[in-house]
């Protein structure tokens, strides 16, 4: 068995551990070691019990990623909005036309809905 492995199995623990008054000890190993634990129920992974430190590392590196995805989306959508400055444009008025709709007509559509 590989090390990596038998490191993994070390880390599950059955659901029923708790119940049998185990849970004092997963608690104090997590809070005290740092260790983290793989909860199985019906022998299926179902929960991760981690440090409140490794869950607040957690929640900023995710913070930070978001803001790294949200900057690259920004300028993803830079570099399209450059590329189409000097893409030949229509006014609404001739894309209306274009469609064979008049200015009345929308308004006319548009005081017609209501909106609840």
């Known amino acids: 068995m590989s090390l990596a492995l038998a490191e993994f199995t070390e880390k599950l623990v059955s659901i029923s551990d708790f119940s049998q008054g185990k849970a004092g000890k997963i608690f104090s190993d997590v809070a005290d070691n740092n260790r983290e634990y793989v909860v199985l129920k019906n022998n299926q992974p179902t929960a991760v019990v981690i440090s409140v430190q490794e869950y607040k ?60």
Do not use: C, H, P, Y
């Open 57 to 116: 590392d957690t929640q900023k590196k995710v913070a930070m990623l978001e803001e790294i995805l949200e900057k690259i989306e920004n300028l993803r959508l830079l570099k399209l909005a450059e590329s189409r400055v000097d893409d030949a444009t229509t006014s609404f008025e001739d894309f209306i036309a274009e469609e064979g709709f008049s200015t009345e007509e929308l308004e006319a559509l548009a005081e017609s809905v209501k909106i609840e």
